[in-house]
């Protein structure tokens, strides 16, 4: 199963970040509301699910998605921090995240 995020194709949409590992990701947290997905936050890490499970965001994301919070994964293993900052950065300034910055 697949989302496509802007142009970047991220596994998921997945209801428990059971099936996420800890490898160099962006990830994005998403609600969905009757049968559309909707974008909620996104960012970066070198071990995503570890970032995932232990974000100091998980209130907004809640807020935000009710019972329909749902995790999707972009894996780049080969990209630096840096060239991941830039993706994520990308899909902030396309989309509204409500939660995060900019």
């Known amino acids: 199963m697949s989302i496509i995020i802007l142009k970047y194709k991220f596994d998921g949409p997945f209801e428990s970040t059971d099936e996420l590992e800890d490898k160099p ?11 559309k997905y909707y974008l909620v936050d996104v960012d970066e890490s070198a071990k995503v699910k570890t970032r995932v499970d232990n974000h ?3 209130d907004c994301w809640k807020k ?19 060239q ?7 899909i902030r300034k396309t989309y509204e995240v409500c939660c995060g910055k900019q």
């Open 25 to 35: 990701s962006i990830y994005a947290i998403l609600g969905k509301k009757e049968d």
């Open 56 to 58: 100091d965001r998980k």
């Open 64 to 82: 935000n998605c009710q019972d329909n919070l749902l995790f999707a994964v972009y894996y780049t293993p080969d990209l630096e921090q840096t």
């Open 84 to 90: 991941r900052i830039v993706i994520e950065q990308e």
